[in-house]
């Protein structure tokens, strides 16, 4: 059974750093790209970065609203995928989700019609 599972959102001031992580299982995480996203109530779901999908090519792309403060990772042997969240500012407040692509030795996207498991998300607030 695929599973991913977020965690590490918590609420942190503005210029302060998190590290979020995303517990898979059911499937091989370097075989699928993973992603991850971000939502406001009320907006729709914004693609963050994700890693590809494609084994041993850990090649990741970043939306330009996170480029050089993100830095997305993926931990093969803990089945682990990672955010890393430098800089944070108060307009990176949401709940973030990390998820997988359909189809295993997809490259990825930031677009989340083509990623079909989901966590329930972790909530991050940046606030001072």
């Known amino acids: 059974q695929v599973q991913l599972v977020e965690s590490g959102g918590d609420l942190v001031h503005p210029g302060g750093s998190l590290r979020l992580s995303c517990e898979t299982s059911?499937?091989?995480?370097?075989?699928?790209?993973i992603g991850w996203f971000r939502q406001v109530s009320g907006k729709e779901r914004e693609g963050l970065a994700f890693?590809?999908?494609?084994?041993?090519?850990?090649?990741?792309t970043y939306a330009d609203s996170v480029k050089g403060r993100f830095i997305i990772s993926r931990d093969k042997a803990k089945k682990m995928v990672y955010l890393q969240m430098n800089s944070l500012k108060p307009e990176d407040t949401a709940t973030y989700y990390c998820?997988?692509?359909?189809?295993?030795?997809?490259?990825?996207?930031?677009?989340?019609?083509?990623?079909?498991?989901w966590g329930r998300g972790t909530q991050v607030t940046v606030s001072s």
């Open positions: 998820a997988r692509g359909w189809a295993r030795g997809w490259f990825g996207s930031l677009a989340e019609a083509r990623y079909g498991y």
């Open positions: 059911g499937f091989t995480v370097d075989e699928y790209a």
């Open positions: 890693i590809s999908g494609r084994g041993r090519d850990d090649s990741t």
